[in-house]
């Protein structure tokens, strides 16, 4: 939340995309990042008492119509970074909620081409694609709240470190089938959850 609220002071508290955000300079986490967390861009400002914008919403030949106007641009397949500062400037979340990814989008675009797939199939999109749901933040509060505020690993709480950063966790993976119910989702501090990822 400071990294926003520190964002919102150089913007004049005023609405700010996600792309805007992202261009400051210094360290802080991504706006997909904070997307996640928080279930959208919009949800995230309007807890720092920002509201206005809009979520775009593209269609899939929109979309698929941007991607082959910056891949001929380019000259090769873009990717997730890429994605957003040529053609359209769409952010890579509309083809990773409809594709699964930038890459899948990519790949599948190249099968139409190349006659493996039909334009209905590739409209259609991956609908068994890795999507990886939002905890809602009603439920991150009833596992914090649940955990006594505290890491499950460490104990670390940030009552006595400010220092500390409060995350909840899936302890059976999104990846591997696991989902937002309270049994699979644990309190960690920031550096334990690290370290999982890392192992």
Same mark, same amino acid.
């Given at each position: 939340?400071?990294?926003?609220?520190?964002?919102?002071?150089?913007?004049?508290?005023?609405?700010?995309?996600?792309?805007?955000?992202?261009?400051?300079?210094?360290?802080?986490?991504?706006?997909?990042?904070? &997307?996640?967390?928080?279930?959208?861009?919009?949800?995230?400002?309007?807890?720092?008492?920002? /509201?206005?914008?809009?979520?775009?919403?593209? /269609?899939?030949?929109?979309?698929?119509?941007?991607?082959?106007?910056?891949?001929?641009?380019?000259?090769? *397949? *873009?990717?997730?970074? &890429?994605?957003? &500062?040529?053609?359209?400037?769409?952010?890579?979340?509309?083809? =990773?909620?409809?594709? !699964?990814?930038? =890459?899948?989008?990519?790949?599948?675009? #190249?099968?139409?081409?190349?006659?493996?797939?039909?334009?209905?199939?590739?409209?259609?999109?991956? +609908?068994? #694609?890795?999507? @990886? &749901?939002?905890?809602?933040?009603?439920?991150?509060? #009833?596992?914090?709240? @649940?955990?006594?505020?505290?890491?499950?690993?460490? !104990? $670390?709480?940030?009552?006595?470190?400010?220092? +500390?950063?409060?995350?909840?966790?899936?302890?059976? *993976? +999104? $990846?591997?089938? !696991? !989902?937002?119910?309270?049994?699979?989702?644990?309190?960690?501090?920031?550096?334990?959850?690290?370290?999982?990822?890392?192992?």
């Amino acid at each position: 939340m400071r990294a926003l609220q520190s964002a919102a002071e150089k913007f004049g508290e005023s609405y700010f995309s996600t792309m805007q955000y992202d261009s400051l300079s210094g360290k802080r986490p991504c706006a997909d990042t904070i &997307t996640q967390r928080f279930g959208s861009w919009k949800k995230a400002l309007k807890l720092i008492g920002i /509201s206005g914008g809009r979520e775009k919403h593209y /269609s899939a030949e929109q979309l698929i119509q941007n991607l082959e106007a910056i891949w001929k641009e380019l000259g090769f *397949p *873009p990717g997730s970074k &890429t994605i957003a &500062t040529f053609g359209e400037k769409i952010s890579q979340k509309p083809y =990773r909620n409809h594709w !699964g990814s930038v =890459r899948s989008a990519c790949e599948a675009l #190249a099968a139409f081409h190349n006659g493996s797939i039909s334009q209905e199939k590739l409209l259609a999109g991956n +609908v068994t #694609a890795f999507r @990886r &749901t939002t905890i809602p933040l009603n439920v991150r509060w #009833a596992v914090l709240k @649940r955990d006594n505020y505290r890491c499950n690993k460490c !104990g $670390a709480s940030p009552s006595s470190d400010h220092q +500390v950063e409060l995350e909840v966790d899936h302890i059976h *993976p +999104v $990846a591997k089938g !696991g !989902g937002n119910e309270l049994e699979n989702l644990q309190t960690l501090c920031h550096k334990c959850n690290q370290g999982k990822k890392d192992r």
